[in-house]
């Protein structure tokens, strides 16, 4: 590859995952704008999140540790454009910096993989569950206060290994992430929404760039999915409201239907032991608006005091 063919460099992690996310993007991208996916490079970004593996997040600095150093890279100009898992994004971006555009949404459930039992509700008492998430630490609690879970961090193939080897019984994973991967196989079952709501973001991957970079907004703009932005506004606006990031067990999931966006938000003590929810409904154009109301009815409710250990 002749680095004067380079027209577009996009910012990613390195793990499987994201590299499956950023070659969609890419391919996405060239055929929109009839570009030779050649001519957009692929630009590895080791972010903090990544080194840091011997501690859960919520420790260290949240979410933000998975996006910074590829934020850093789109403000120096060394990158045009940044690939995410929108799950991952602060409600709160840099100066300067937008979220730009979307890809159609995946599959937001989560899946419980266990070579054991056949669903949560089958481990037997004391069965140590391992997840990096606060949200699923909180839920597995509140539907089985029984059960033992543990921090497990790790990219995907990484807790798979995990479980292989019986260093914990049972984990939870995004289904999209395993669809992406080619290993939905690996799935016990899939839990439903209802019994199970997924992170804000879950399944969405969100492009980022300079708000100055008329360019690459305009190309981005040819593979946007305007329902997956518009859910994603609905809940951003509700984690924002609640001041949400990887050390508070959130969850919110908003579909659109036609000119209705429909919010379903979740607040779950750490250890599952109260939860508090809520569903709005409206008309698209007040996405955001109806996610800050769910949000701040949900603040109100918890209390100032909701998400700490008692």
Do not use: W, Y
């Amino acid at each position: 590859m002749q680095s004067s063919r380079i027209q577009i460099r996009l910012g990613t992690r390195g793990s499987p995952l994201a590299l499956a996310q950023a070659r969609t993007v890419r391919a996405q991208l060239a055929q929109a704008n009839g570009l030779n996916p050649e001519e957009i490079e692929i630009c590895v970004i080791k972010t903090s999140g990544d080194r840091i593996q011997d501690r859960p997040l919520a420790e260290v600095g949240g979410k933000g540790l998975f996006t910074k150093e590829i934020e850093e890279a789109l403000l120096s100009r060394a990158i045009d454009l940044a690939v995410h898992s929108a799950k991952d994004v602060p409600t709160v971006l840099p100066e300067g910096l937008v979220l730009a555009a979307c890809l159609a949404r995946e599959d937001v459930r989560d899946v419980f993989i266990c070579r054991t039992a056949a669903s949560l509700a089958a481990l037997p008492a004391g069965a140590v569950v391992g997840t990096a998430s606060l949200r699923r630490q909180a839920q597995v609690k509140r539907s089985r206060p029984d059960l033992r879970v543990v921090s497990f961090r790790g990219n995907v193939e990484t807790r798979l290994r995990k479980i292989e080897a019986g260093e914990v019984d049972a984990t939870l994973l995004a289904l999209a992430g395993l669809k992406r991967l080619g290993l939905v196989e690996t799935a016990t079952c899939i839990l439903g929404i209802d019994e199970f709501l997924p992170a804000v973001g879950q399944g969405a991957i969100a492009i980022e760039t300079r708000a100055d970079a008329e360019r690459i907004r305009t190309l981005l703009a040819g593979i946007n999915h305007p329902a997956t932005t518009t859910a994603l506004a609905a809940e951003r606006a509700f984690l924002a409201a609640l001041d949400g990031s990887c050390r508070t067990p959130i969850a919110g999931h908003a579909v659109v239907s036609g000119s209705s966006v429909r919010l379903h938000g979740m607040i779950v003590r750490p250890d599952g032991s109260e939860a508090h929810e809520t569903v709005r409904e409206g008309h698209v154009r007040d996405a955001a608006v109806l996610g800050d109301e769910a949000g701040r009815e949900l603040r109100t409710k918890g209390g100032a005091d909701f998400f700490r250990m008692p």
